[in-house]
Each structure stands twice: as C-alpha cells, then as structure tokens.
T-cell receptor
Framework: DAGVIQSPRHEVTEMGQEVTLRCKPISGHNSLFWYRQTMMRGLELLIYFNNNVPIDDSGMPEDRFSAKMPNASFSTLKIQPSEPRDSAVYFC???????????????FGDGTRLSIL | LAKTTQPISMDSYEGQEVNITCSHNNIATNDYITWYQQFPSQGPRFIIQGYKTKVTNEVASLFIPADRKSSTLSLPRVSLSDTAVYYCLVRGGGGNKLTFGTGTQLKVEL
C-alpha cells in the first residue's frame, strides 16, 4: 500500500519566491496534518484538517503561510513570500482519527526539505 | 506554555533494555500518549500508543503512571538498527494542542 506521498522531496529557492508543498494522504484517511521540523524548535504542528476542513491552524506561523485541502486525496502548504527563516523540513501526516484526539497513529510522509536562500 | 520534555540523548549497547521517559505535565484528560521513531531523512514512524498503565506490542512497552504526567517507552533488547530519535506525542498545554516531545537521540553500540 502506498504511504503518504509528499512532493517535492527537496526545494531550494530564493527569498521572496512562492513555495508550494504537496501532500497525498493515505486513501481512506480523513485527517491530515502539516508539521515543520527544525533543530531549534523540533517538530511543530502547523495545521490539521478533518474531512477536508481546517480544524486548528493556530500553529501556522504567520499570514505568509496558507494550507488547503480541496479534496480527500490532496493538500497543499503554501508560503508566499518565503523567507530564509522558513527553511526547515515540512512533514505531512494522515490518519483515520476523526476527532483529533490523538488516539489513532499518524502515518508520515518522508518530508520536503526546504531551503530559502 | 509547558513543554513536553525528554532527555536529549541516551547511549546503550546491543542486547540491553532502554527506557526513555517523556514528561507531559499538562496532558489532556482524554488523550492518548503516542511514541514515534525517526531515522535521518525520514518521517516519524509509529511505535506504540497507550492511555494508562501498561501497553505492550511486538517491539516495545509503554508504561504510564496513574497521574499520566509522564510516560516511559521501553525497548527490551536494542540492536544497532534501533539507533534513531524517539519522540512522544501528546495533546495538552495551552490550547490543548498536539505537541511532540523534544526528542531523544538513542545511540546503540556493539
């Protein structure tokens, strides 16, 4: 079975450019999460969706970040304009956890390593 | 905002039992505690999950005291391939948010 698929695996771009990260969750999973991992802050939850609806976006750092889930099989995380401090590994995860109570294991993709020059 | 804390690193030898503790003082009443393993350049991978007392599966055990303010992941007989970073994940803190622990780098040697 295919796991969570993220693209691209690596992205290098210049400050000020728009960056779009993509995620395909596991088929049948109705909750999707976006995380960011840095050495300084560790793994941070940015936003999560249940049934394609954003439930908690309190972790989104600022208005430059936006996330969408137009259907059950696709989500995007967009940064516009990008800044060097956005450099990190961004992970997408999915689960069958309806209510976000953390009682179902999350399945993670292998991440997108983003470098903003 | 209380953090979910773990020891930064631990060293062990093959065949030894390793216990990694996570402190989560503000865990939400109804939430589970989940542990993940992460290798370089990969996403975290689920190990075990529990709510209270003890849970055991084919790779690990999870011990949770009655107050649930901490949990201990136990790896019974580690091998070199268990060298990785281990994270706990709970819901709690300000805003009842899903929060990863600070992570523990486990290094297993011969």
């Amino acid at each position: 079975d295919a796991g969570v698929i993220q693209s691209p695996r690596h992205e290098v771009t210049e400050m000020g450019q728009e960056v779009t990260l993509r995620c395909k969750p596991i088929s049948g999973h109705n909750s999707l999460f976006w995380y960011r991992q840095t050495m300084m802050r560790g793994l941070e939850l940015l936003i999560y969706f249940n049934n394609n609806v954003p439930i908690d976006d309190s972790g989104m750092p600022e208005d430059r970040f936006s996330a969408k889930m137009p259907n059950a099989s696709f989500s995007t995380l967009k940064i516009q304009p990008s800044e060097p401090r956005d450099s990190a590994v961004y992970f997408c995860a999915s689960t069958t956890d309806f209510q976000g109570l953390g009682n179902q294991p999350q399945h993670f993709g292998d991440g997108t390593r983003l470098s903003i020059l | 905002l209380a953090k979910t804390t773990q020891p930064i690193s631990m060293d062990s030898y093959e065949g030894q039992e390793v216990n990694i503790t996570c402190s989560h003082n503000n865990i939400a009443t109804n939430d589970y505690i989940t542990w993940y393993q992460q290798f370089p350049s990969q996403g975290p991978r689920f190990i075990i999950q529990g709510y209270k007392t003890k849970v055991t599966n084919e790779v690990a055990s999870l011990f949770i005291p009655a107050d649930r303010k901490s949990s201990t992941l136990s790896l019974p007989r580690v091998s070199l391939s268990d060298t990785a970073v281990y994270y706990c994940l709970v819901r709690g803190g300000g805003g009842n948010k899903l929060t990863f622990g600070t992570g523990t780098q486990l290094k297993v040697e011969l």
